[in-house]
């Protein structure tokens, strides 16, 4: 199973980005996927999550601003990153599992290897 991340990079507050993440070796609806992120210093928190029926749930912090999608036929999750914000910088990872949500990344049984998201003021 592998689960790759694409798309960080840096951007000025108020800018957007698109993360990718290719999932390859399982049954890619089978699990619930959802996006984490770590900022230096800081324990790692959920950000969105997409059920196998298309249900989404996000944080507070990111409702307004971030979409996550998925694409099946393509077996890849995306989170649209609008309005960013110096404090949405940090490393985002993808993760897949079984009724994953933001508040509980210990489900995760598939992690990525994280892409760096950089927010300047």
């Known amino acids: 199973v592998q689960l790759v991340e694409s798309g960080g990079g840096s951007v000025q507050a108020g800018g957007s980005l698109r993360l990718s993440c290719a999932a390859s070796g399982y049954t890619y609806s089978t699990y619930s996927m959802g996006w984490f992120r770590q900022a230096p210093g800081k324990e790692r928190e959920g950000v969105a999550t997409?059920?196998?029926?298309?249900?989404?749930s996000y944080a507070d912090s990111v409702k307004g601003r971030f979409t996550i999608g998925k694409d099946n036929a393509k077996n890849t999750l995306y989170l649209h990153m609008n309005s960013l914000r110096p404090e949405d910088t940090a490393i985002y990872y993808c993760?897949?599992?079984?009724?994953?949500?933001?508040?509980?990344?210990?489900?995760?049984?598939?992690w990525g290897q994280g892409t760096q998201v950089t927010v300047s003021s």
């Open positions: 993760a897949a599992g079984e009724f994953l949500t933001i508040a509980t990344p210990q489900r995760a049984l598939y």
């Open positions: 997409i059920e196998g029926d298309g249900t989404t």
